[in-house]
């Protein structure tokens, strides 16, 4: 049952059995005891992402050696580390089982995938590259279709409305995107949203301070940088617009106003996160001159004695810390906002791999597939 849920889940057509996964989410609960990897790390996983408390070091611990390592013989549990490697995505911060368990599933499984079947192997490649919880839901389920029609156990009730919801979404987005630009020239969301407009104040504020800088030759703190990046990012703003487009429409301008002004961690991490990425590559990727300057930058004056390596792995502990707060944020039983802004609040952070994942002749695959999958 919890591996038909999973299936649901992987492939965005849960929406369609709410009723019938809450009523066996029970037995999530005795599966977090057993003593098979898979079961116990497939159930933990259904339980964080549906708001539940439970304790990762506690139920992975009878799975290490007396040292507090993961058992060896673990590895050659492909399912069971694909699903543990899973699971240390969605670390809160401060689960030091979690950090094992993504430096042991990921070691082991990039060292077996060139033994494995093809269609097997293809998937364990998908999962190292594009983490199930770090990648939109959308992108994934295209691959996980293809890897459950590769089985010799298939359930082709489950297959065909997946493939049914992918073409649904498909004259879904392909209507949005229409509506959503006449509806932009018609009315004018400045028009429509009052407070969405005068958020532009603060946007500007936030470029005006990066100018002052660029313009005295002050050269700001990386944490200043990153601090202001946060408004300069323009996530406040598009959450701003979400947070009504989203049916918050008992939300009054107030409300909105305290969003902005005192910005919420489940805003503040996407929005890091997006300027961490676009900063760590920009003058390369993007053909910038550097000028404007960037985090790397900053943090490389203040440490004079790194290399560009060195600021770059700093930057990806401090992304990876960020997605353990925004997990934090969205995987608490009382949240604090609804769980559809939540959710597009993590589906904003998703994206940001995607937007900025070039490869070696500077293109974008990922966001190149993906757009194909949905467009054409």
């Known amino acids: 049952m919890m591996v038909t849920i999973d299936n649901l889940k992987r492939l965005c057509i849960d929406h369609y059995f709410q009723e019938e996964i809450e009523e066996a989410m029970g037995a999530c609960m005795y599966l977090l005891h057993s003593h098979d990897l898979h079961d116990a790390t497939l159930a933990l996983r259904l339980l964080r992402e549906d708001g539940h408390d439970v304790s990762a070091d506690e139920i992975l611990r009878k799975f290490t050696d007396c040292s507090g390592e993961f058992i060896v013989a673990l590895s050659d549990d492909i399912r069971g580390l694909l699903n543990l490697h899973d699971t240390s995505h969605l670390n809160m911060g401060g689960e030091a089982s979690l950090y094992k368990a993504k430096e042991f599933s990921s070691k082991h499984l990039a060292s077996v995938v060139r033994h494995l079947e093809p269609s097997l192997a293809r998937y364990v490649r998908q999962s190292l590259d594009h983490p199930y919880h770090l990648n939109l839901m959308q992108y994934k389920a295209r691959h996980h279709l293809r890897y459950l029609q590769s089985l010799p156990n298939r359930n082709t009730a489950m297959e065909e409305l997946a493939i049914a919801e992918f073409h649904l ?181 998703r994206m940001v791999s995607v937007m900025y994942g070039y490869n070696k002749e500077q293109r974008l695959p990922v966001l190149e597939d993906y757009m194909k999958m949905l467009l054409l």
């Open 169 to 349: 979404n498909k004259l879904l987005h392909q209507e949005e995107m229409q509506e959503t630009k006449r509806w932009w020239m018609d009315l004018g969301l400045a028009q429509t949203i009052p407070m969405a407009r005068d958020q532009w104040v603060t946007l500007f504020h936030g470029f005006m301070v990066e100018a002052k800088w660029l313009a005295t030759d002050h050269v700001p703190s990386a944490e200043d940088y990153l601090r202001n990046g946060v408004i300069t990012s323009g996530a406040p703003l598009a959450f701003a617009h979400a947070f009504f487009l989203l049916g918050h429409d008992g939300a009054t301008c107030n409300d909105v106003a305290k969003l902005i002004e005192h910005i919420p961690p489940v805003i503040s991490s996407p929005a890091k996160i997006l300027r961490l990425w676009d900063d760590m590559g920009s003058t390369k990727d993007e053909a910038q001159e550097g000028l404007d300057g960037s985090y790397k930058d900053f943090y490389l004056m203040e440490n004079p004695s790194y290399a560009c390596s060195d600021a770059k792995e700093h930057m990806h502990r401090l992304i990876e810390r960020e997605w353990e707060e925004l997990n934090r944020e969205c995987f608490r039983r009382k949240r604090t906002f609804s769980s559809i802004f939540m959710q597009a609040c993590l589906n904003a952070a």
